[in-house]
T-cell receptor, first 113, second 112 residues
Framework: AQSVSQHNHHVILSEAASLELGCNYS??????LFWYVQYPGQHLQLLLK????DPLVKGIKGFEAEFIKSKFSFNLRKPSVQWSDTAEYFC???????????WGAGTKLIIKP | NAGVTQTPKFQVLKTGQSMTLQCAQD?????MYWYRQDPGMGLRLIYY???????DKGEVPNGYNVSRLNKREFSLRLESAAPSQTSVYFC???????????FGPGTRLTVL
């Protein structure tokens, strides 16, 4: 079955630390890839997406992600986090064979001021 | 633009009661979705509508029904609520099923 794995359920960092959140998926065909963020009490918003082309994609608020096809991965990165990045982050994958987005379980990120 | 709107924001039901969650989008999107979000489980698709007049079951459709009333509106109905349906429900829309999805603010439902 197609699945998306986010390795860390909870991450706690200090401000200015670097961030990398892992996302791996199980599907061998063509995919569209997404990272969404959910700030406390708010709805999900798109951070960035990859459809094709340059595997390093830049999103809002200084986030970026790299698609590594050979590793079935789409990890999210930010060089220096801020307290306002405290949120839950979801990776989602859209296989070309499926109308559904396959969602990871989410990673709760807490930034200590 | 309001984007995706949902009503109500909060609801408490007793077991066996029914209710309808409303969703509307003003982005002229073809596809609309209903998800539930439970702690540690990410989002699970309940039902999906590729276009006006069509609906399909998602991962967890049992206990729910949907209506794609027109291009803008997609409602979710619980005919006989159960405590297992306590969750946060999100509606989303996208231009097509290949595009990014835009989410509503959610409905927090508690079934006692």
């Amino acid at each position: 079955a197609q699945s998306v794995s986010q390795h860390n359920h909870h991450v706690i960092l200090s401000e200015a630390a670097s961030l990398e959140l892992g996302c791996n998926y199980s599907y061998g065909g063509t995919v569209n890839l997404f990272w969404y963020v959910q700030y406390p009490g708010q709805h999900l918003q798109l951070l960035l997406k990859y459809f094709s082309g340059d595997p390093l994609v830049k999103g809002i608020k200084g986030f970026e992600a790299e698609f590594i096809k050979s590793k079935f991965s789409f990890n999210l990165r930010k060089p220096s986090v801020q307290w306002s990045d405290t949120a839950e982050y979801f990776c989602a994958v859209k296989p070309d064979s499926n109308y559904q987005l396959i969602w990871g379980a989410g990673t709760k990120l807490i930034i200590k001021p | 633009n309001a984007g995706v709107t949902q009503t109500p924001k909060f609801q408490v039901l007793k077991t066996g009661q029914s209710m309808t969650l409303q969703c509307a989008q003003d982005m002229n999107h073809n596809s609309m979705y209903w998800y539930r979000q439970d702690p540690g489980m990410g989002l699970r698709l309940i039902y999906y509508s590729a276009s006006e007049g069509t609906t399909d079951k998602g991962e967890v459709p049992n206990g729910y029904n949907v209506s794609r009333l027109n291009k803008r509106e997609f409602s979710l109905r619980l005919e006989s609520a159960a405590p297992s349906q306590t969750s946060v429900y999100f509606c989303a829309s996208s231009g097509t099923d290949k595009d990014e999805q835009f989410f509503g603010p959610g409905t927090r439902l508690t079934v006692l």
